[in-house]
């Protein structure tokens, strides 16, 4: 059962997000939060497996929540659902550590499976944002990028490429004939010789060397 907090300081929203996922049988609702602190004291009480995070709150915003979540509670995934899609909410939030970014309208059905993917480990990011990520990873500085790819091997670039496109480590395990554990391992290795913290920053890195598609 994948265990839900819900963080958004509009109780009609929180209604309706806490009646859809609900209505999943393998996931439950174990709290509602409205605003950064609330969410911070409840996930304490509750351990969800995922924050449905808001980024536009009163007192403690989204950013801010997530940021400590990350810190403080790093099993715990924060998938991001905001009408916010400008520049700086999205890049602000995957600093922070969120592990994936909807906006709000996105289908139920896409809903509960990018929560599910992100209890599973994936990575979510709503096709409107996409692009301006892309676009920024593709601006940045590029001088490290040479020593960094050749310091993956083969099967570590293929896994990559799969961890961007949002699989899971079961996921991939599957599509590359290999067990879940060698894949963790690979993972792992990737993330430590990318220098990057966890796998939403990896699928950013991926884009920047080129290796999954922009479209």
């Known amino acids: 059962m994948i265990r839900v907090l819900v963080c958004d300081d509009q109780a ?11 209505a999943d049988p393998e ?22 497996d995922v924050v449905l995070m808001d980024l536009k709150m009163p007192g403690m915003n989204g950013i801010q929540a997530t940021r400590h979540i990350h810190q403080d509670y790093p099993e715990v995934r924060v998938l991001v659902l905001t009408t916010f899609g ?17 906006l709000k309208g996105t289908p139920r059905q896409e809903l ?32 490290a990028e040479t020593t960094l790819v050749s310091d993956l091997s083969e099967r570590e670039i293929e896994v990559l ?23 963790r391992n690979y993972v792992s290795s990737i993330l430590a010789k990318l220098g990057v913290e966890d796998r939403t920053q990896a699928a950013l890195a991926a884009a920047r060397y080129g290796f999954i598609a922009k479209d």
């Open 12 to 22: 009609v929203v929180c209604d309706g997000l806490e009646m859809i996922l609900d």
């Open 27 to 48: 996931i439950e609702v174990v709290g509602v939060a409205y605003d950064g602190v609330e969410a911070l004291e409840k996930i304490s009480r509750t351990r969800p």
């Open 86 to 102: 400008d520049d700086e909410w999205v890049f602000d939030a995957i600093r922070s550590g969120a592990a994936g970014y909807l």
């Open 112 to 143: 509960v499976r990018a929560v599910k993917g992100t209890a599973a480990g994936g990575t979510h990011v709503d096709p409107a944002v996409a692009g301006k990520l892309f676009a920024h990873v593709a601006q940045s500085p590029a001088h």
């Open 161 to 183: 490429q799969l961890l961007a496109q949002g699989l899971t480590n079961a996921e991939i395990a599957d599509r590359l004939f290999l067990t879940r554990g060698t894949v």
